[in-house]
């Protein structure tokens, strides 16, 4: 009988060991993690931006080219 209650205030204690560290580097992550997600959400509103424009330039050229074709007549 003893030996079992040994045993499992062994286990428990060991838990704890596991469990302590655990939660305290969650704790830690959690904000690091939620910066680090924002980030990613300005810089893919960024690159659909900058597609957008580039999308823009591609018709302006396209544009400029028809005008230019047009004036060599």
Do not use: F, W
């Not at 424009?53 to 005008?67: F, H, I, S």
């Amino acid at each position: 009988m003893e030996s079992t209650v040994v045993a499992l205030t062994g286990g428990v204690v060991t838990l704890a060991r596991v469990i302590a560290p655990n939660l305290r580097s969650r704790t830690v992550m959690e904000p690091k993690i939620d910066e680090l997600t924002r980030h990613i959400e300005k810089y893919n509103c960024l690159i659909e931006h900058i597609y957008k424009l580039e999308q823009d330039v591609a018709v302006v050229r396209r544009d400029a080219d028809t005008l230019e074709e047009k004036s060599d007549r």
